[in-house]
């Protein structure tokens, strides 16, 4: 297995954190990103792995991580993992909902600004999806804010299908990366902390033992996808369940609700993107 240089983001805890120490064993070269300072820095110590932080909530902490990640020589694999749900509808200091910022519009972002980088190195770029893109999504492509209503768990959906959308724009668009979305499975991470008071008992009461997979578990999904070959391990575009594709209840045959999300989120970011 080849050697490969591999940005995780959200990877100071749950399910990144396990697949960064992972493939650090496994030889990878694993650079951390994390939204706490101190937690961060001391993964990044116990891995040996250089490090760096962005709080999603900012467009401009993107724009500076960006900036420090086009300084490495190469990243064979872009994993936006960083995300979760949120209790109530906040905005960001960007104006949008919290939600949709965290898990779609910043790692779009990020995205779209390393792009020459992730083409040059013909970049595997992974999306952190999830089970309740098919349990509770209702897209709306004109409410990527829940401006119309909002219900946590509904925004959540939305954000996970958002990423798989997202994921087959970005196949569409750049024939020389490999994108790919998988499914984690229920895992007890630190998932549910920023949720309501049921996301919070069910993750972190005793009960989450009768239903979850340990994060070491479910990091083994983004291994394989982190280390595979597309068209061998994994096709371009697809959503997985360790190494299975993993059926998506939403149906985009002519791609318009992908294109229509990617055009969504450039308006919302074209501010950044003038100088590329
Ligand atoms: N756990 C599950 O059952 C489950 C199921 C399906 C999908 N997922 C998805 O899996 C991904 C990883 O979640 P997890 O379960 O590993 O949860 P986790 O333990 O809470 O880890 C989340 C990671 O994302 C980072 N993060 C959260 N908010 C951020 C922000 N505003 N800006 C930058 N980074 C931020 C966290 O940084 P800090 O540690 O510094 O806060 C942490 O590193 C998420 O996209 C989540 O939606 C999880």
């Given at each position: ?27 990878h ?12 820095e ?12 962005a ?12 900036g420090e ?14 995300g ?9 200091e ?18 779209r600004?390393?792009?020459?980088k ?28 829940s ?33 790919v ?16 008071a ?17 994060p ?9 996808l ?6 061998v391990?994994f ?31 450039e ?10």
């Open positions: 297995m080849d050697k490969k240089t591999i940005v995780i983001t959200g990877s100071s805890d749950g399910i990144g954190y396990a697949a960064a120490k992972k493939l650090k064993e496994k030889g070269d694993v650079i951390i990103v994390g939204r706490h300072a101190k937690k961060t001391r993964v990044a110590a116990e891995l040996g792995a250089p490090y760096h932080i709080d999603y909530s900012r467009l401009s902490d993107v724009v500076r991580l960006a990640l086009n300084k490495y020589e190469r990243i064979d694999v872009l994993c936006n993992n960083a979760g749900v949120q209790k109530e509808r906040r905005l960001t960007d104006g949008f909902e919290r939600t949709f910022q965290i898990n779609v519009l910043a790692p779009y972002l990020l995205t600004l390393l792009i020459d992730l083409s040059a190195c013909g970049a595997t770029v992974i999306q952190t999806a999830s089970i309740a893109a098919n349990l509770f999504s209702d897209f709306d492509p004109e409410d990527l804010s401006e119309k209503k909002y219900k946590s768990f509904t925004a959540y959906g939305n954000a996970k299908l958002e990423n798989i959308l997202f994921t087959r724009a970005l196949c569409a668009r750049y024939p020389e990366l490999n994108p979305a998988f499914e984690p499975g229920v895992v007890r991470s630190n998932f549910g902390s920023e949720g309501g049921f996301v919070r008992f069910c993750y972190h009461s005793p009960l989450k033992f009768l239903f979850t997979v340990s070491a578990k479910s990091a083994r999904r983004l291994v394989y982190a280390e595979g070959e597309a068209g391990d096709a371009r575009g697809n959503t997985y369940s360790y190494k299975k594709p993993y059926k998506v209840k939403f149906k985009d045959e002519d791609g318009s609700a992908a294109q229509k999300l990617w055009d969504e989120c308006k919302r970011v074209s501010k950044y993107l003038k100088e590329l």
